[in-house]
Nanobody
Framework: QVQLEESGGGLVQAGGSLRLSCAAS????????MGWFRQAPGKEREFVAA????????YYADSVKGRFTISRGNAKNPVYLHMNSLRPEDTAVYYC???????????????WGQGTQVPVSS
């Protein structure tokens, strides 16, 4: 059974930092792209960042560019999201996902984690 599981979320003050991790089991994602999405209460799930696991190519949403960094890990933890200068508007449930290519739309990703909450207080 293929599973992705996020960790590292938690309450943080505005201006603070967090690192989210994504653990994978059931298969390796070495040929995949890994992405991070987020969903705030009452809003649609939105793209945050993505990385090609094989080439390292990265792509970011404008709202996080310069503050968040997506990076590759290893087979068990294929992707991380380093979040700096957090703002209250970053408050959301953050999801990692895996798909065949770097993309910013949810339908391009085949595997999803259950999400980890990141509340940012002002």
């Amino acid at each position: 059974q293929v599973q992705l599981e996020e960790s590292g979320g938690g309450l943080v003050q505005a201006g603070g930092s967090l690192r989210l991790s994504c653990a994978a089991s059931g298969r390796t994602f070495s040929g995949y792209a890994m992405g991070w999405f987020r969903q705030a209460p009452g809003k649609e799930r939105e793209f945050v960042a993505a990385i090609s696991w094989s080439t390292g190519y990265t792509y970011y949403a404008d709202s996080v560019k310069g503050r968040f960094t997506i990076s590759r890990g290893n087979a068990k933890n294929p992707v991380y999201l380093h979040m700096n200068s957090l703002r209250p508007e970053d408050t959301a449930v953050y999801y990692c996902a895996a798909g065949p290519g770097v993309a910013s739309t949810t339908r391009r990703y085949d595997y999803w984690g259950q999400g980890t909450q990141v509340p940012v207080s002002s």
